[in-house]
């Protein structure tokens, strides 16, 4: 019992962490929430399963093809629902913005697709019970992707510039810093990130065009349980809640597992509006 929600919880939580990890990439360069982060998750798991499964492309090509396609929609969510409302007096109609956009992604797979969930390939046919792959593959994809954050933002000259662009923008376009390709750049790696999400976790979640508003509310948990802008934070964020909701779904099980997820939400948010890892912004004047 106690492995079951583990194994699960840890799964499906590392699948969060990388939602919430795909809303930090691309709030970073432009100060802009898009609520299209669950919807690259859903076609991560969407166009994994078309690929490999009704095309019959290899895997490393179907995985190839779907972060491609992952990154260009995370571009066009930039050109078109972002970058006019960078330059617009009310910069909150991001939230109309990028909501209009995930909603189009979704109908158009619904369409597309179909409404019923459908099944995601085994990756690598390795492991059984407890030890499947669908448990362990998004663990070790959300592990492996924030050490290569890690080393982007601490190591490359690349990732330098991202932090600069993030902290203070304005200073950075003084520098000379290219503030609108590395704004690209961020929101066509948080496509790629989105749909690793997706992709890993197709096994559990399976391919289903409804998964994109959880994957953007439960993604979201994990930001501002981990304070934004903070990876690290979304991952511990993710896991915790991951566990927390499998452990809630086996000891109450139903709508009951989803008022605690929503409680417990609640409950950081007014005690720590900036996320338990997060820190009050501050800013020499």
Known sequence: MIASILASGLAVGAVYA???????????TSRVMSFTAGQLGMLGGVLGSMFILKLGLPLVVGLVLTLVVCALIGVLTEIVAVRPVLKSLDQHLYVLTTLAVALLIQQFTAIQWGTEPQPFPRLLEAGSGLLDEKYWLPVVTCAVTIIGLEYLYRRTLVGHAFIAIAEDNFAARA??????????????????????????????????????????????????????????????GGVALGLFQQAANFYAGGIFASVAVFSLFIIVLLAAPQGLFGATASRRV
């Open 18 to 28: 990388l939602i919430g990890i795909t809303y930090n990439t691309m709030f970073a």
């Open 175 to 236: 520098l000379g810093l290219p503030e609108r390709n590395l704004r690209i750049a961020s929101y066509a790696l948080a496509g790629v990130i989105g749909g690793l999400a997706g992709f890993s976790g197709g096994q559990l979640l399976l391919a289903f065009f409804a998964n994109g508003p959880l994957l953007n509310f439960y993604g979201f948990i994990p930001v501002a349980l981990g304070g934004l802008g903070n990876n690290r934070g979304a991952v511990i």
